[in-house]
């Protein structure tokens, strides 16, 4: 391959990229306006036609605010990539005076900051406007604009750990070497391991106040859970996520000793204590099932193929034809990573995303099986439906491709079963 196809190829993936992603966003609010009054006959006791209408109303918002977000990132990411503006970057870094490794930190981190205030104020557009408009907002500007930096920084030093292992290992040596290959994988999935091991210990405290839950009949019951199923956690935490908003939400996170389960407090005060419970048990059925580890071993063959296309793209020359560069290391490595992060995954989007839904109904019915009864799972996504103001009617392409999650409704009717 010439740098010349390699552009076209590039640039032809984007494109059938940009289409697919608006064309299924342009579906799904069509899809959403024709079914905007059908209330689904489980849905009936809990939503309102006014409820339906906000609902509807949100999610319309939220379409069209995620579809301009998408294409301004893209287009500026294309024109960044493929105008004489890449080169130009590129070299202003290497006329620095210093060791390419801290030349190649200050690449990224000087593209890393830049992405993250160009989005700044779509983030503040979507906090203070649309998901204040619709009560979800509770983020001062001040708490706001703290989380901001904190991600930035964690962010930052996260993937400049990672990106040292890279520049260390491949030095400027552009040579396609096997055993590059197996030392970079093996280096990363150990701080993948380590990253995922330190999340609830030292990362989600940077952004949450963790604290024990204050119920003790929920306490004592949820105890009881845990040792019916046999599952070990490093411990069950209240976040404070009302500071921020009013989205509940329950969580798995860590491996190993780490694993924690993470409730929000807008959880803990809006569900009734059989709904805690049987989300809890959806997330020790996560636990149970060895998901987290599933995800984690496809994150680790993810990341094989990741570096064996990254050390065959550093040593050839069409990717520095194509953006008329010379052979720089860390300039390639961004234009790999786009290639095969941002472009190459959304096409594989699809089967993991229903490779996740099929974990989550695992998880359901272990709740299920757990509690002997699917009846609380079900009341609590009926609430969950109501107050987080999900979608209710996606258009199933949309769903298939992006969801992680079935639909609510979906697994209220799989409960039946
Ligand atoms: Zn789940």
């Given at each position: 391959m010439n740098g010349v196809q390699f552009k076209t190829f590039f640039l032809l993936l984007f494109t059938i990229k940009i289409f697919i992603k608006l064309g299924l966003d342009l579906m799904n609010y069509c899809y959403l306006k024709k079914h905007a009054a059908i209330i689904p006959a489980e849905l009936a006791t809990v939503i309102a036609t006014e409820q339906m209408h906000r609902i509807n109303s949100y999610n319309i918002a939220k379409i069209i605010f995620h579809s301009g977000r998408f294409l301004f990132s893209s287009l500026l990411l294309l024109f960044f990539l493929f105008s004489p503006l890449y080169s130009i970057y590129t070299n202003w870094f290497v006329s620095?005076?210093?060791p390419y490794l801290f030349q190649g930190l200050l690449f990224f981190f000087t593209i890393h900051i830049t992405t993250w205030i160009l989005d700044l104020p779509f983030d503040y557009f979507f906090h203070f406007r649309i998901e204040a408009r619709y009560g979800f907002n509770k983020y001062t500007r001040k708490l706001w604009l703290g989380d901001q930096l904190k991600s930035i920084f964690v962010g930052s030093l996260v993937s400049a750990v990672i990106l040292s292992l890279f520049f260390l290992l491949w030095g400027e040596n552009f040579i396609f070497n096997w055993s590059y290959v197996f030392i970079g994988w093996l280096a990363t999935v150990l701080l993948v391991v380590l990253l995922m091991y330190v999340?609830?210990?030292?990362?989600?405290p940077i952004f949450y106040q963790l604290k024990a839950l204050v119920n003790e009949t929920l306490t004592a019951n949820i105890s009881e859970l845990f040792s019916r199923s046999g599952l070990k956690v490093r411990g069950i935490f209240s976040a404070d996520e009302s500071k921020k908003s009013t989205h509940a939400n329950a969580l798995i996170t860590g491996i190993?000793?780490?694993k924690t389960i993470i409730l929000f407090d807008t959880l803990l005060e809006h569900y009734s204590d059989e709904e805690i419970l049987a989300m809890t048990a959806h997330e020790i059925g996560h636990g149970k099932k060895g998901h987290l580890f599933k995800l984690m071993s496809l994150t680790i063959i993810e990341l094989f193929l990741f570096i064996l296309f990254v050390s065959y793209f550093l040593a050839a020359d069409f990717p520095y034809q194509a953006m008329g560069i010379t052979k720089i290391l860390y300039s390639g490595l961004f234009a790999a990573y786009i290639f095969f992060f941002d472009l190459l995954t959304f096409f594989v989007q699809p089967l993991f995303s229903s490779y996740s839904r099929t974990l989550e109904y695992e998880a359901d019915d272990y709740s299920k099986q757990l509690l002997g009864s699917g009846a609380p799972l079900q009341s609590s996504f009926q609430k969950l439906i109501r107050n987080?103001?999900?979608?209710?009617?996606?258009h199933p392409w949309y769903e298939a491709y992006y969801?992680?999650?079935?639909?609510l409704l979906k697994r209220i009717q799989a409960l039946n079963h």
């Open positions: 620095f005076p210093m999340v609830p210990i030292l990362m989600l190993g000793r780490s987080e103001m999900d979608n209710i009617n996606p969801y992680s999650h079935p639909t």
